[in-house]
């Protein structure tokens, strides 16, 4: 079946610029989640949903980033006023809910020049 | 903080032989242990689970190990395959996140 999806797969931008990467998690999952990999933190956790309720932001680096999730599905994760040590690849992931065994999308890969 | 090492760095082996993985974590609440492969340019892929009330799991050629009193957990690999060559991840959860290892980058030898 369909697994997570993200787009784009890579994205090139001007420091400064804003910056919005999707998610569509799979069929049915109610939990999503977004990680960081980058060459210098490993995998970091980001945020996280639940259904309705209020996000665990705790991982989040600064109040640059934020992230919505629409109609319980697709989730946007934006980065306002890109800044070089933003390049990383950034991970989706779902499960079927809270404390269940998560799903990674292949991630978007964000290179700030 | 919570915080999951992870050892060896790399590691290379000869095609049949094994391969061990281990990983020490520190927030003595987690209770569930994933293990991801990662090819390059692809997301990491689940490939074997534990939660704490079991000592022991095993998936074929894959069996993941627990000693929650020291709080260490350790993949194994036996009879290890050129296609078994990525880059593995462990990780540990308390809550709904997951803290990962830093990865072991595992090249099997033909």
């Known amino acids: 079946g369909a697994g997570v999806s993200q787009s784009p797969s890579n994205k090139v931008t001007e420091k400064g610029k804003d910056v919005e990467l999707r998610c569509d998690p799979i069929s049915g999952h109610t939990a999503l989640y977004w990680y960081r990999q980058s060459l210098g933190q490993g995998l970091e956790f980001l945020i996280y949903?639940?259904?309705?309720?209020?996000?665990?932001k705790s991982g989040l680096p600064s109040d640059r980033f934020s992230a919505e999730r629409t109609g319980g599905s697709v989730s946007t994760l934006t980065i306002q006023r890109t800044q070089q040590e933003d390049s990383a690849v950034y991970l989706c992931?779902?499960?079927?809910?809270?404390?269940?065994?998560?799903?990674f999308g292949d991630g978007t890969r964000l290179s700030i020049l | 903080g919570e915080n999951v090492e992870q050892h060896p760095s790399t590691l290379s082996v000869q095609e049949g032989d094994s391969a061990v993985i281990k990983c020490t974590y520190s927030d003595s609440a987690s209770n569930y242990f994933p293990w991801y492969k990662q090819e390059l340019g692809k997301g990491p892929q689940l490939i074997i689970d534990?939660?704490?009330?079991?000592g022991e799991k095993k998936d074929q050629r894959i069996a993941v190990t627990l000693n929650k009193t020291a709080k260490h957990f350790s993949l194994h690999i036996t009879e290890t395959q050129p296609e078994d060559s990525a880059v593995y991840f462990c990780a540990a959860s308390a809550t709904n996140k997951l803290i990962f290892g830093t990865g072991t980058l595992l090249a099997v030898q033909p």
């Open positions: 949903f639940q259904g309705n309720s209020a996000p665990d």
């Open positions: 992931a779902s499960s079927l809910r809270r404390a269940q065994p998560q799903h």
């Open positions: 534990i939660r704490s009330n079991v």
